[in-house]
């Protein structure tokens, strides 16, 4: 198994997470597939579209979906895991705080400057952006997207596939629904 980086979506969430893997230093080659775009923002060249996946499987045995749209990005990484031997990576920021209590499951971006703090659970596909906090003992559904600076208040539940926007304080509900915890690919 080699040590290299395939990222769908070469947008600026794609720039966001190479940036995020150049700095957790564990990769020794990252690239881009991206079913729109030849290039990144920055100027790299992707080498193929999501078509292209199973093949680049040889060169690739680590990948993330770095997509803003969750169900775009939850549908992906469900295809990566039924359909090819990719290992989907979480990007955590070495920059970002994430408690030693904490679970982050596959696929999920953790960016700089994030608290993720004691018992929470961050689940499949979620990214965790710049300055959020998420408070002790809240759990973040499948591909919930914490914006820039916004927090989850302590002991929350957030629903699969939410986004908290930017400077937003979510609230703990009283109860939450089994459908809203998990993603549901028939919505």
Request: charged fraction near 20%.
């Amino acid at each position: 198994m080699n040590k290299n980086l395939l990222i769908i979506g070469a947008g600026t969430y794609g720039v966001l997470a190479s940036e995020i893997a150049k700095d957790v230093g564990c990769f020794e080659k990252i690239d881009f597939v991206d079913d729109e775009r030849k290039n990144t923002p920055n100027g790299i060249d992707v080498v193929g579209t999501t078509r292209d996946i199973d093949e680049l499987a040889v060169e690739y045995s680590n990948i993330i979906v770095a997509i803003g749209n969750p169900d775009v990005r939850m549908s992906m990484l469900k295809r990566i895991k039924e359909e090819t031997t990719y290992s989907v990576v979480s990007l955590v920021s070495p920059k970002a705080y994430v408690s030693p209590s904490a679970q982050i499951m596959s696929g999920c971006i953790i960016e700089p400057l994030t608290v993720v703090h004691t018992g929470c659970v961050i689940a499949a596909g979620c990214i965790i952006s710049a300055g959020a906090v998420i408070n002790h003992a809240s759990v973040c559904c499948e591909g919930v997207h914490v914006d820039c600076n916004a927090t989850v208040e302590g002991y929350c539940i957030v629903p699969a596939e939410t986004k908290i926007c930017s400077g937003e304080v979510y609230k703990k509900k009283a109860t939450a629904s089994t459908e809203e915890l998990f993603f549901d690919p028939q919505k």
